[in-house]
């Protein structure tokens, strides 16, 4: 995700800490002496090791101590990082691993790192068994008349009690991956030959780990067992981070993520071949990489994620392949192709775009209301152009300023501000844009690990916009967008609408460890700490909780399944003392009375009913974690599926030919169809357009009633 990232550059700081952390002991004992495992750390490892436990403990937010409950953390964090789904290791491994338990942090304080290697070792033994196990199951096949169910998430589950119920976990595992390509009209030597491709490659990849990669793994599980966004990066994620940062980056723009043995879609980069192409949404699973238009698709279930981010990474303008399993049919239906060309990540494509939408009036007269949407994908700003004060650089801010004016020249009667998606960007561009709404005053506290806080307020006098205001988020609206919804919402400007926010309410600050070592030739890569959190003027942080909307729109899951509070140990929401600032206006009533005439239209709308009965089949259909091997039920949850598909298509062609548009022709998943996804009016942002109308009929009625009163 995109979040807000503050550089150490006080020099001062950087000189003092290092004098600090190069006046401490570099020992290299290791726990009972020589490790005895396959791979070992390196000196440069242990180096490492040491610094990353200072920094946490004297500079992380948290200030975590060096304890048995941190080492307890620490072990759970790292069986999950190797094992996320309980399907290598029994019961008995990890009682033999609890002789660690206890101890595994002070070990990174103190570089004892054998344990870690010895744990990969079995690990690594664990998964040679089951894939052999695996690929002996291949020549028997499966019979899916049989009434069985396989729970694919098991992260929940206790741990295998003995090799012999890893034997039946495994067993419909390859029978559930067997139907899948039964399911994608796969023939019995086809289906042979891919899953043996599959399992010889996850095997011969579990085998390219080395040192630097055990290492990797570990001290991640030490970072995030303290705070989900602190990591160690060692050069090559350190590389790759880089790269992503920079807009020039050349592939499909998305974020992807390791979701126990798939790679997962959280976040399609707005302006980037993904997005313009739309059909790769977030929660897809990617199964499946091809180069060229007709390369062969390779296999990357159970790969390692920076693996697949090279495969999928290209140069500019060349053709890559994904086989996908897409997230509305789940790992129960079958894969699609989608196929991208790799392209730069436009900032044109990122930038503020605006649009109007014309509602008829409130009932009483034939008006029309005009009610403006701005959309701000990131909060972006050249900052280097920003620094030289050139006239013309660009920022988020000064676009949003300048479509303000073109919609006042098309006399809007509101606004509403699109941050779906918007995971976040430069914290002085929330600043700044809530500054176009509001005349001048504080807008977000920012406290450090020491407890000082920092007050960012908007200084310019005036508003760019004084009329009616809606901002439309949802789940994936972070960072600099809560800073922006929640100040907006503090002071009484305008409505919030959507779902709740993603919750990140936290700054990190990246720390280049090659600063501290004293030998040049050493890579010890880069930590990203958590340093400092976010509070609103009222005091409360938009840490975990994230920004509640004031009217809800209807969208499928439970919210905490997602964001910030669904990640493992997440800092919690809290409180500081609220800043002096005056509200604007008490939107409260007007809001009971939208949120009333909103819930109406739910019922009554056919859009919206209908949208509300897809939700209700699609969470009716929703896995929960557990698939059924009959093939006769899986195919009628596909036909299910398809069938959800084409209502939505049939009803997106209905809107377009009342709007005298050309409808879309049915489309065929396979390599040469066409995006067949919903072109129609986008129904959050319609229905944010009518609650607009409403608090602005509603006003006036108030208004007149009070007149009328007087």
Same mark, same amino acid.
């Given at each position: 995700?995109?979040?807000?990232?503050?550089?150490?550059?006080?020099?001062?700081?950087?000189?003092?800490?290092?004098?600090?952390?190069?006046?401490?002991?570099?020992?290299?004992?290791?726990?009972?002496?020589?490790?005895?495992?396959?791979? =070992?750390?390196?000196?440069?490892?242990?180096?490492?090791?040491?610094?990353?436990?200072?920094?946490?403990?004297?500079?992380?937010?948290?200030?975590?101590?060096?304890?048995?409950?941190?080492?307890?953390?620490?072990?759970?964090?790292?069986?999950?990082?190797?094992?996320?789904?309980?399907?290598?290791?029994?019961? $008995? !491994?990890?009682?033999?691993?609890?002789?660690?338990?206890?101890?595994?942090?002070?070990?990174?304080?103190?570089?004892?790192?054998?344990?870690?290697?010895?744990?990969?070792?079995?690990?690594?033994?664990?998964?040679?068994?089951?894939?052999?196990?695996?690929?002996?199951?291949?020549?028997?096949?499966?019979?899916?008349?049989?009434?069985?169910?396989?729970?694919?998430?098991?992260?929940?589950?206790?741990?295998?009690?003995?090799?012999?119920?890893?034997?039946?976990?495994?067993?419909?595992?390859?029978?559930?991956?067997?139907?899948?390509?039964?399911?994608?009209?796969?023939?019995?030597?086809?289906?042979?030959?891919?899953?043996?491709?599959?399992?010889?490659?996850?095997?011969?990849?579990?085998?390219?780990?080395?040192?630097?990669?055990?290492?990797?793994?570990?001290?991640?599980?030490?970072?995030?067992?303290?705070?989900?966004?602190?990591?160690?990066?060692?050069?090559?994620?350190?590389?790759?981070?880089?790269?992503?940062?920079?807009?020039?980056?050349?592939?499909?723009?998305?974020?992807?993520?390791?979701?126990?043995?798939?790679?997962?879609?959280?976040?399609?980069?707005?302006?980037?071949?993904?997005?313009?192409?739309?059909?790769?949404?977030?929660?897809?699973?990617?199964?499946?990489?091809?180069?060229?238009?007709?390369?062969?698709?390779?296999?990357?279930?159970?790969?390692?994620?920076?693996?697949?981010?090279?495969?999928?990474?290209?140069?500019?303008?060349?053709?890559?392949?994904?086989?996908?399993?897409?997230?509305?049919?789940?790992?129960?239906?079958?894969?699609?192709?989608?196929?991208?060309?790799?392209?730069?990540?436009?900032?044109?494509?990122?930038?503020?775009?605006?649009?109007?939408? @014309?509602?008829?009036?409130?009932?009483?007269?034939?008006?029309?209301?005009?009610?403006?949407?701005?959309?701000?994908?990131?909060?972006?700003?050249?900052?280097?152009?920003? =620094?030289?004060?050139?006239?013309?650089?660009?920022?988020?801010?000064?676009?949003?300023?300048?479509?303000?004016?073109?919609?006042?020249?098309?006399?809007?009667? $509101?606004?509403?501000?699109?941050?779906?998606?918007?995971?976040?960007?430069?914290?002085?561009?929330?600043?700044?844009?809530?500054?176009?709404?509001?005349?001048?005053?504080?807008?977000?506290?920012?406290?450090?690990?020491?407890?000082?806080? !920092?007050?960012?307020?908007?200084?310019?006098?005036?508003?760019?916009?004084?009329?009616?205001?809606?901002?439309?988020?949802?789940?994936?609206? $972070?960072?600099?967008?809560?800073?922006?919804?929640?100040?907006?919402?503090?002071?009484?400007?305008?409505?919030?609408?959507?779902?709740?926010?993603?919750?990140?309410?936290?700054?990190?600050?990246?720390?280049?460890?090659?600063?501290?070592?004293?030998?040049?030739?050493?890579?010890?890569?880069?930590?990203?700490?958590?340093?400092?959190?976010?509070?609103?003027? #009222?005091?409360?942080? =938009?840490?975990?909780?994230?920004?509640?909307?004031?009217?809800?729109?209807?969208?499928?899951?439970?919210? !905490?399944?997602?964001?910030?509070?669904?990640?493992?140990?997440?800092?919690?929401?809290?409180?500081?003392?609220?800043?002096?600032?005056?509200?604007?206006?008490?939107?409260?009533?007007?809001?009971?009375?939208?949120?009333?005439?909103? @819930?109406?239209?739910?019922?009554?709308?056919?859009?919206?009913?209908?949208? #509300?009965?897809?939700?209700?089949?699609?969470?009716?259909?929703?896995?929960?974690?557990?698939?059924?091997?009959?093939?006769?039920?899986?195919?009628?949850?596909?036909?299910? $599926?398809?069938?959800?598909?084409?209502?939505?298509?049939?009803?997106?062609?209905?809107?377009?030919?009342?709007?005298?548009?050309?409808?879309?022709?049915?489309?065929?998943?396979?390599? @040469?169809?066409?995006?067949?996804?919903?072109?129609?009016?986008?129904?959050?942002?319609?229905?944010?357009?009518?609650?607009?109308?409403?608090?602005?009929?509603?006003?006036?009625?108030?208004?007149?009633?009070?007149?009328?009163?007087?």
């Amino acid at each position: 995700m995109k979040t807000t990232i503050f550089r150490l550059t006080l020099v001062v700081f950087a000189v003092a800490l290092a004098a600090f952390l190069l006046q401490q002991p570099f020992g290299y004992a290791s726990a009972g002496g020589e490790s005895t495992t396959t791979l =070992t750390p390196e000196a440069r490892h242990m180096t490492v090791s040491q610094l990353t436990s200072q920094f946490m403990t004297r500079f992380h937010y948290r200030k975590p101590q060096i304890d048995e409950a941190l080492s307890q953390r620490v072990f759970e964090q790292y069986l999950t990082t190797l094992d996320p789904n309980r399907i290598y290791f029994t019961a $008995a !491994d990890v009682e033999g691993f609890s002789k660690y338990e206890d101890t595994l942090a002070k070990a990174v304080k103190d570089a004892r790192l054998a344990p870690a290697y010895e744990i990969f070792d079995r690990y690594l033994t664990r998964s040679d068994e089951r894939i052999e196990y695996a690929l002996g199951l291949l020549d028997g096949g499966f019979d899916f008349e049989v009434d069985e169910s396989y729970r694919f998430d098991r992260r929940e589950e206790p741990w295998a009690e003995d090799r012999d119920e890893l034997n039946e976990l495994w067993r419909k595992r390859v029978k559930n991956e067997w139907l899948q390509l039964k399911l994608a009209d796969k023939d019995s030597d086809e289906i042979v030959e891919k899953l043996t491709e599959r399992y010889e490659n996850l095997q011969r990849r579990m085998h390219e780990f080395n040192s630097d990669d055990v290492f990797s793994l570990f001290m991640n599980a030490f970072s995030q067992s303290i705070e989900p966004h602190t990591t160690y990066m060692s050069s090559r994620s350190s590389e790759n981070f880089e790269i992503s940062m920079r807009l020039s980056l050349e592939g499909i723009g998305a974020l992807l993520q390791r979701d126990s043995e798939y790679t997962t879609i959280v976040e399609v980069i707005p302006g980037g071949p993904a997005d313009l192409d739309g059909r790769l949404q977030p929660k897809d699973r990617v199964v499946g990489v091809g180069q060229g238009e007709d390369g062969e698709i390779t296999d990357v279930i159970g790969w390692r994620l920076d693996d697949v981010v090279e495969k999928i990474r290209g140069e500019r303008g060349t053709v890559v392949r994904l086989e996908v399993l897409p997230a509305e049919t789940g790992l129960g239906g079958p894969s699609e192709i989608i196929k991208l060309e790799r392209n730069e990540v436009k900032l044109e494509e990122q930038a503020a775009s605006s649009d109007v939408i @014309e509602l008829p009036g409130d009932g009483d007269s034939d008006d029309v209301r005009r009610i403006g949407v701005i959309s701000v994908p990131v909060f972006y700003v050249d900052f280097e152009g920003r =620094t030289r004060n050139q006239p013309d650089y660009r920022s988020s801010t000064r676009d949003v300023r300048k479509l303000i004016s073109e919609l006042k020249k098309e006399d809007v009667d $509101a606004l509403v501000i699109d941050l779906r998606g918007n995971g976040g960007g430069a914290l002085v561009e929330a600043t700044t844009m809530t500054g176009l709404f509001i005349d001048t005053g504080p807008v977000v506290q920012v406290r450090d690990s020491h407890g000082k806080i !920092d007050l960012k307020s908007d200084n310019e006098p005036g508003m760019a916009w004084d009329g009616p205001l809606g901002v439309l988020v949802d789940r994936h609206s $972070a960072s600099a967008s809560e800073i922006f919804a929640g100040a907006i919402q503090d002071y009484g400007r305008g409505v919030i609408i959507g779902e709740p926010t993603f919750g990140k309410g936290t700054v990190q600050n990246l720390v280049d460890l090659d600063n501290f070592s004293s030998s040049r030739s050493d890579k010890l890569g880069q930590l990203r700490v958590t340093m400092a959190q976010f509070y609103r003027v #009222i005091g409360d942080s =938009t840490q975990n909780k994230g920004v509640i909307p004031d009217i809800r729109l209807p969208t499928p899951g439970d919210s !905490d399944e997602y964001g910030e509070s669904a990640l493992d140990y997440a800092m919690p929401w809290a409180q500081i003392d609220a800043v002096e600032f005056e509200p604007m206006a008490d939107l409260a009533p007007l809001i009971e009375q939208a949120r009333s005439r909103h @819930e109406l239209r739910l019922q009554t709308d056919e859009e919206l009913a209908e949208l #509300i009965e897809e939700i209700d089949e699609w969470e009716a259909e929703e896995d929960h974690g557990v698939l059924s091997l009959l093939e006769s039920v899986r195919r009628e949850k596909m036909e299910k $599926a398809e069938a959800r598909r084409k209502r939505k298509l049939g009803r997106s062609n209905e809107l377009a030919l009342e709007a005298g548009e050309q409808p879309e022709e049915p489309a065929v998943t396979d390599e @040469e169809e066409e995006d067949d996804e919903d072109d129609g009016p986008d129904l959050f942002l319609k229905e944010s357009a009518r609650i607009m109308a409403d608090l602005i009929a509603l006003d006036r009625k108030q208004l007149l009633a009070h007149h009328l009163k007087d």
